[in-house]
């Protein structure tokens, strides 16, 4: 029963990190022109940044419709297009964004 339980958790992990693996050639493809992942400067917020600050459901959201999300992520003006990328490759961008940091906002802990 064990040997399955860890197949089953090994298996799992392969298909997250592949997603992650196939994200990033989303990621290099339609999203490196403007937005880095080293703090290397470009138009768009750097997607470490984002990967702290924003949940993979909110990620999705604002690549399938950065024209509607954008006021709600707190942004006073649009400039990212919505992007020709199928509903695959906008889970798989957006879970090598939420991979790139392992800590995130909400994990903080507020001391009284």
Not at 7 to 18: D, E, N, R, S, V
Not at 38 to 55: A, I, K, Q
Not at 93 to 106: C, G, H, N, R
Request: proline share 4%; hydrophobic share 40%.
């Amino acid at each position: 029963m064990k040997s399955i339980i860890v197949i089953c958790a090994l298996g799992l992990t392969a298909l997250l990190f592949a997603d992650a693996v196939k994200g990033k050639a989303v990621y290099a493809a339609h999203c490196s022109q403007c937005h880095s992942v080293h703090m290397t400067g470009g138009l768009g917020r750097d997607f470490n940044l984002v990967s702290y600050t924003r949940t993979k459901e909110e990620i999705v959201a604002y690549v399938q419709s950065p024209d509607r999300m954008y006021r709600k992520f707190g942004y006073s003006a649009n400039a990212m297009p919505t992007l020709p990328l199928t509903e695959e490759e906008i889970e798989a961008v957006a879970d090598y964004i939420d991979s790139l940091q392992p800590f995130k906002k909400w994990m903080v802990t507020k001391k009284d």
